[in-house]
Nanobody, 128 residues
Framework: VQLQASGGGLVQTGGFLSLSCAASGFTVSNYVMGWFRQAPGKEREFVVSISRDGDNTDYADSLKGRSTIFRDNAKRTVYLHLNSLEPEDTAVYFC??????????????????????WGQGTLVTVSS
């Protein structure tokens, strides 16, 4: 079972990054997928999540309007596009999977305790 996040890097203020999370070892279509981030010296915080069927999303206020999440269950991959990045967005971004096999396909989670599988994170650094 593995979640492999990639796509982080160094970008200037106002820049764009595309993060990917490749899942393996489990049936990704049975899971709510999400992204969290942890800035230096701060606690991990919720960023965004997407339902099993991709029809329902939940964005944290911090990145609402500046980010887009989508998933391709056939490719077992979840994507996060980050736009208009600010230095305050500098953090390690983690993808996570929350089991929802017996729940409606539009079920959404936004609490870390709902997500049971975690990737290793990818570092996003935004320079001013």
């Amino acid at each position: 079972v593995q979640l492999q996040a990639s796509g982080g890097g160094l970008v200037q203020t106002g820049g764009f990054l595309s993060l990917s999370c490749a899942a393996s070892g489990f049936t990704v279509s049975n899971y709510v997928m999400g992204w969290f981030r942890q800035a230096p010296g701060k606690e991990r915080e919720f960023v965004v999540s997407i339902s099993r069927d991709g029809d329902n999303t939940d964005y944290a206020d911090s990145l609402k309007g500046r980010s887009t999440i989508f998933r391709d269950n056939a490719k077992r991959t979840v994507y996060l596009h980050l736009n208009s990045l600010e230095p305050e967005d500098t953090a390690v971004y983690f993808c996570a999977a929350g089991p929802a096999t017996f729940r409606h396909t539009s079920t959404i989670y936004n609490s870390a305790r709902e997500f049971r599988l975690w990737g290793q994170g990818t570092l996003v650094t935004v320079s001013s």
